[in-house]
């Protein structure tokens, strides 16, 4: 998907007018109609404000109705944030063109911002034939680079595959991605002002280019999109760009803990126990909860550099969509409160979360009996997505604060009121914004 923003004054000619107003059809037309025709040339589209993500609701009447090149005559209520969550809207195969009536420098702002949310849900859309870990680590580094190339500030990175002496350390990467390919990304902001020795904040990410579930395959059905497990890892990068463009100013570093679970001789099975650097021992119960043991690599060495906060964001656990849908994300954090920068950034987004329970007693569906604990929770009603959320805690020092984000809102199969089907780019916006203390306008 591709989005090109133009001014009045250089929209090309020929392109219809999409006029905002506040309400309803009226009762001439089917209940529900967003869009309707007034002269030539010219459509209505209605913003129904009573009801949730109104603006995304009008963009995705325009889709349906085949506009793909329209000047959008606002209202004049609109701010910058509103037309992102119109334009974020906008999906599906097709190239738009939108003539906004903005100054040059909230074009420009939007237009970068918008630049990151495509470049993001297409890559969370290729193929694993096109997509290995190594490669989009690569990927997500060159957008940091550009945005930080005119911002300022120095990007570091580095790639940390098998065979190299430090890859040893990271026990889960090694076990998920014994049957094909694995590696640490590390991307390093330092922005002017600041220094290789300054506090940062850390960003992890989940990055598996394809999930067949290993040897506890999955069916056919939930295969199909695994080629989108990797959207943790480009969330993690392309929030840490799109906090750039908005004028972050202090050190962030990326965590990308890549790989594919693929089923060969060497994969890992069921029975399997591997040891992480601080002395957790983990035995492998289940081989398609491999997200966490890859997680747990990037939130160890996080700690171990000295990170002062970390975030972890992954498309973890089926059981965060069972209880929220996929519109929305779920939250977890150690004393169960809803950080409240993340929830200013959420809502100057138009994005949603849900605050999940994390509690200490949801340590006791991982026991094991062989080791420190198991992979995948067992017992009776075991709240999978709390105690996915207990089992990467276990591996972030308690002194450090603490965010993981349970993407279950990163992909539509079927699309929505209010997004198209596929990647949705979902939190990319809000983390961004968490990260620099920023506002999506100029």
Known sequence: MRIKLCTFNDAPEGMARAVMRVGSAGASYLDGTAVVPEGKDCVVVYVDKNRSFPYMRAARALCNAGFTKFRLEALSGAGMADLYSFLRALGGASEYTVALQIDEARLERLSALLSILCKARELCDTGSRNSDPK???????????????????????????????????????????????????????????????SPFTAVVGKGITFDSGGYDLKPEKYMEDMRTDKTGAITAAAALAFAIQTGLSSRVRVYMPCARNMVCADSMVPGDIISYP?????????????????????LIKACEDGARTIVDVATLTGSAKAAVGRDMCCVFTRDNRPDPDLSAAFDECREQFWQMPLCDYHERFLKSRRA?????????????????????GHFVKKDIGWIHVDLSSAYLPEGSPFLGSGPTGAVIAPLGLWLSGGKIDV
């Not at 601080?278 to 990037?298: M, Q, S, Y």
């Open 372 to 392: 420190d604990m198991q992979n995948a929770g067992s017992g009776v009603s075991a709240p999978g997505a709390s105690v996915a959320a207990a089992f990467l």
């Open 278 to 298: 601080d002395g957790t021992r983990v035995e492998i119960t289940n081989t398609d909860a491999e997200g966490r043991l890859v997680l747990a690599d990037g």
């Open 135 to 197: 490669s989009i680590v690569q990927a997500c580094a060159h957008w940091v680079e550009k945005a930080a190339a005119g911002a300022g500030g120095k990007v570091m990175s580095s790639i940390i595959s098998r065979g190299d002496p430090e890859f040893n350390r990271y026990a889960g990467l090694a076990a998920v991605g014994a049957g094909s390919l694995a590696c640490m990304g590390i991307i390093d902001y330092i922005p002017d002002g600041c220094g290789a020795n």
